[in-house]
């Protein structure tokens, strides 16, 4: 079956750095789009960062935009969310998910889109 495996987060002050990791099992990763989603408490949950199956396209959510970085290794199956200057409204469950079309031209930004989800991984910036 389809695994996706969150690591990575933790506790930082704002300002510092976190880097994500989600490793892809059961699923041939080099040819779907992948994601990074997160959901504060009492929130819905956002879009994040989104990368093409090749690694060739990438985008971002504004709040993000300058500050992160998403970049995978289809050798390695993962796709990793590197996250910079965080900030205490960073604060959320991280997700990776798993494009539900193989070999997309387009990285969707809504959570219908995905059909496989991490368990997801803590991020907590403290002021």
């Known amino acids: 079956q389809v695994q996706l495996v969150e690591s990575g987060g933790g506790l930082v002050q704002a300002g510092g750095s976190l880097r994500l990791s989600c490793a892809v099992s059961?699923?041939?990763?080099?040819?779907?789009?992948m994601a990074w989603f997160r959901q504060a408490p009492g929130k819905e949950r956002e879009f994040v960062a989104g990368i093409s199956w090749g690694g060739g396209n990438s985008y971002y959510a504004d709040s993000v935009k300058g500050r992160s970085t998403i970049s995978r290794d289809n050798a390695k199956n993962t796709v990793y969310l590197q996250m910079n200057s965080l900030k205490p409204e960073d604060t959320a469950v991280y997700y990776c998910a798993s494009d539900r079309r193989y070999y997309s031209t387009v990285v969707l930004t809504t959570t219908n889109q995905y059909d496989y989800w991490g368990q997801g991984t803590q991020v907590t910036v403290s002021s």
């Open positions: 059961g699923r041939t990763f080099s040819t779907y789009n």
